[in-house]
C-alpha cells in the first residue's frame, strides 16, 4: 500500500474562508474525486478503482466502522482528454484532521513522487474564527528525494490552477452549490478509458474528412464529433451486451429522424446493419455512399408503426419523435430496445408543458421520457454524454426491457 508522509512539513499556498461545515466540506470533495473533468477540462473523467477504510492503527485492510475508523483511501484513475496515458492517484481522507491528500502513483516519470502530490485542510484558525479551506504542498526539504511537486497541466494540475480554479471551486460547492457539477456518483454505463480510447481512433479516422467536407451550414466541429462521441458510447454499449449475451452477430439499429445521418454512417461503417430514417434528405447524404442506408419517410408513430426487423431503435435530438420511441419499440418486438438522447422537449402531440414540478424545465422532461419507458415495460437506466452541447449536461437513457421468463 502506498502512503504519502502525512508528517511531512507542508507549505501553504492559498486560504480560503468558507461558511461551509465538515460535512458540506467532504461534498466538496467528493465532486473533484468522482468528477474531476467538472472543473479541469483536460480529463475526460476519473474512474474509481479502489476504495477502502483504514484503522487507526494503520494495520490491516479488514474493513473498519465507529470509533476504530481513522482515514479512508480511494485509488481513481484520471483518463486525459486526447488519449494520453492515464494516471492512478492515491487520495486519502482523513477525518480526524481535516485533511485530504492527493498524490499520484504514476509507474515512472515525474509524476512517481513519494511524499509529493498536494493538501487540502478543512480546519480553523482559532476559537470563534469562521473556517477555513487550505492548499498546501511539501516544502522543499520533506518532499521525497528532495523533488518538488511537479505539474503537467493535465491530470497534475499546475500549483497556480490549483490556487485559483480548483480550491474556490471546492468551496463553492461546499457551500451549497454542487448541484452544478451535475449528477456526480453514478457509475458510467461504458468504462471512460475504453470511452476515450475509441473517441480517439474513430476522430481520428473520420473526424478530418467530414470537418474539411462538410457541405451544411451547420458547425462541421460541433455536429461531427458529436456524433462520433454517440458512436463511441453505442459501439461499446453493444460490445458489451455481445460479450455478456454471448451474442455473435453485431446489433442492427434504425435511427428515427435521423438529420444528417452520421451517425447512421458511423455505425454502418463500424459493421452494424441499419438505417437512417428523416422527413428530408441533407446534402452531406450523397458523401456516405450506398453502403449507409438512409430513407426519406414521413414518420406516423400514431398509426401503431413499428420495426420489427432491427435490435435497436434510436432517437439523437429527435425532437417529437422523442416520446414515441419507447412506444414504438415496445410495439416492435418483446426483445427491442431503445437509445434516445432528448434534446427540444416535445409531448406526444404538442410541446411539452412543465405542470407541478419544481425541477427545471429540461429535468423535468427527462423525468418524463424516462416515466413513458418504465409504463412501456422497460428498465430505464440514465447516463450523462459528454458531447458538445448548449446544454451543460446532455443526458442520455439507455433502455432494456425486463427479463421474460
Same mark, same amino acid.
Given at each position: 500500500?502506498?502512503?504519502?508522509?502525512?508528517?511531512?512539513?507542508?507549505?501553504?499556498?492559498?486560504?480560503?474562508?468558507?461558511?461551509?461545515?465538515?460535512?458540506?466540506?467532504? #461534498?466538496?470533495?467528493?465532486?473533484?474525486?468522482?468528477?474531476? &473533468?467538472?472543473?479541469?477540462?483536460?480529463?475526460?473523467? #476519473? *474512474?474509481?478503482?479502489?476504495?477502502?477504510?483504514?484503522?487507526?492503527?494503520?494495520?490491516?485492510?479488514?474493513?473498519?466502522?465507529?470509533? &476504530? +475508523?481513522?482515514?479512508?483511501?480511494?485509488?481513481?484513475?484520471?483518463?486525459?482528454?486526447?488519449?494520453?496515458? $492515464?494516471?492512478?492517484?492515491?487520495?486519502?481522507? %482523513?477525518?480526524?484532521?481535516?485533511?485530504?491528500?492527493?498524490?499520484?502513483?504514476?509507474?515512472?516519470?515525474?509524476?512517481?513522487?513519494?511524499?509529493?502530490?498536494?493538501?487540502?485542510?478543512?480546519?480553523?484558525?482559532?476559537?470563534?474564527?469562521?473556517?477555513?479551506?487550505?492548499?498546501?504542498?511539501?516544502? #522543499?526539504?520533506?518532499?521525497?528525494?528532495?523533488?518538488?511537486?511537479? !505539474?503537467?497541466?493535465?491530470?497534475?494540475?499546475?500549483?497556480?490552477?490549483?490556487? %485559483?480554479?480548483?480550491?474556490?471551486?471546492?468551496?463553492?460547492?461546499?457551500?451549497?452549490?454542487? $448541484?452544478? #457539477?451535475?449528477?456526480?456518483?453514478? %457509475?458510467?454505463?461504458?468504462?471512460?478509458?475504453?470511452?476515450?480510447?475509441?473517441?480517439?481512433?474513430?476522430?481520428?479516422?473520420?473526424?478530418?474528412?467530414?470537418?474539411?467536407?462538410?457541405?451544411?451550414?451547420?458547425?462541421?466541429?460541433?455536429?461531427?464529433?458529436?456524433?462520433? !462521441?454517440?458512436?463511441?458510447? /453505442?459501439?461499446? +454499449?453493444?460490445?458489451?451486451?455481445? @460479450?455478456? +449475451?454471448?451474442?455473435?452477430?453485431?446489433?442492427?439499429?434504425?435511427?428515427?429522424?435521423?438529420?444528417?445521418?452520421?451517425?447512421?454512417? /458511423?455505425?454502418? *461503417?463500424?459493421?452494424?446493419?441499419?438505417?437512417?430514417?428523416?422527413?428530408?434528405?441533407?446534402?452531406?447524404?450523397?458523401?456516405?455512399?450506398?453502403?449507409?442506408?438512409?430513407?426519406?419517410? !414521413?414518420?406516423?408513430?400514431?398509426?401503431?408503426? *413499428?420495426?420489427?426487423?432491427? @435490435?435497436?431503435?434510436?432517437?439523437? &435530438?429527435?425532437?417529437?419523435?422523442?416520446?414515441?420511441?419507447?412506444?414504438?419499440?415496445?410495439?416492435? $418486438?418483446?426483445?427491442?430496445?431503445?437509445?434516445?438522447?432528448?434534446?427540444?422537449?416535445?409531448?406526444?402531440?404538442?410541446?411539452?408543458?412543465?405542470?407541478?414540478?419544481?425541477?427545471?424545465?429540461?429535468?423535468?422532461?427527462?423525468?418524463?421520457?424516462?416515466?413513458?419507458?418504465?409504463?412501456?415495460?422497460?428498465?430505464?437506466?440514465?447516463?450523462?454524454?459528454?458531447?458538445?452541447?448548449?446544454?451543460?449536461?446532455?443526458?442520455?437513457? +439507455?433502455?432494456?426491457?425486463?427479463?421474460?421468463?
Amino acid at each position: 500500500t502506498y502512503r504519502m508522509d502525512v508528517k511531512a512539513q507542508w507549505e501553504v499556498v492559498c486560504q480560503l474562508q468558507t461558511a461551509a461545515d465538515f460535512a458540506d466540506f467532504l #461534498a466538496g470533495i467528493d465532486v473533484w474525486i468522482r468528477r474531476p &473533468h467538472v472543473v479541469n477540462k483536460r480529463v475526460v473523467g #476519473a *474512474s474509481i478503482l479502489q476504495e477502502r477504510a483504514v484503522p487507526k492503527d494503520g494495520g490491516s485492510d479488514r474493513p473498519v466502522t465507529g470509533d &476504530h +475508523l481513522s482515514s479512508r483511501q480511494l485509488l481513481r484513475e484520471l483518463i486525459p482528454r486526447g488519449g494520453g496515458p $492515464s494516471v492512478k492517484e492515491l487520495v486519502t481522507i %482523513d477525518e480526524d484532521n481535516g485533511t485530504c491528500l492527493f498524490s499520484s502513483l504514476a509507474a515512472s516519470g515525474p509524476l512517481a513522487i513519494p511524499g509529493g502530490g498536494y493538501l487540502i485542510r478543512y480546519h480553523f484558525s482559532g476559537p470563534g474564527e469562521q473556517a477555513r479551506v487550505t492548499l498546501a504542498i511539501p516544502k #522543499a526539504g520533506e518532499r521525497g528525494d528532495g523533488v518538488s511537486y511537479t !505539474a503537467d497541466g493535465v491530470v497534475a494540475p499546475t500549483v497556480t490552477w490549483l490556487a %485559483d480554479v480548483l480550491l474556490p471551486r471546492i468551496v463553492r460547492w461546499a457551500e451549497g452549490n454542487c $448541484s452544478l #457539477a451535475g449528477k456526480s456518483n453514478r %457509475d458510467p454505463l461504458v468504462p471512460l478509458d475504453k470511452f476515450s480510447q475509441l473517441y480517439h481512433q474513430l476522430k481520428e479516422k473520420y473526424g478530418p474528412f467530414f470537418v474539411q467536407n462538410w457541405p451544411e451550414t451547420t458547425d462541421p466541429h460541433k455536429f461531427v464529433y458529436e456524433d462520433i !462521441a454517440i458512436a463511441t458510447f /453505442l459501439l461499446l +454499449l453493444w460490445q458489451e451486451e455481445r @460479450d455478456t +449475451l454471448r451474442l455473435l452477430q453485431k446489433q442492427s439499429f434504425v435511427d428515427l429522424g435521423c438529420g444528417n445521418g452520421l451517425l447512421v454512417h /458511423l455505425l454502418s *461503417s463500424e459493421g452494424h446493419p441499419g438505417k437512417g430514417i428523416d422527413l428530408r434528405s441533407r446534402k452531406v447524404w450523397s458523401l456516405y455512399g450506398p453502403s449507409t442506408q438512409l430513407e426519406v419517410c !414521413a414518420l406516423t408513430p400514431s398509426s401503431g408503426m *413499428s420495426f420489427f426487423e432491427y @435490435d435497436w431503435l434510436i432517437g439523437n &435530438h429527435s425532437d417529437e419523435l422523442t416520446p414515441w420511441i419507447p412506444v414504438m419499440a415496445a410495439r416492435s $418486438s418483446y426483445t427491442a430496445k431503445y437509445f434516445v438522447l432528448p434534446c427540444c422537449p416535445y409531448d406526444f402531440d404538442k410541446k411539452f408543458s412543465r405542470v407541478g414540478c419544481a425541477q427545471s424545465q429540461y429535468r423535468c422532461y427527462l423525468d418524463y421520457v424516462r416515466t413513458i419507458g418504465r409504463v412501456m415495460g422497460f428498465e430505464v437506466e440514465e447516463d450523462v454524454m459528454r458531447i458538445p452541447s448548449n446544454k451543460r449536461v446532455t443526458p442520455h437513457w +439507455l433502455c432494456t426491457p425486463p427479463t421474460v421468463c
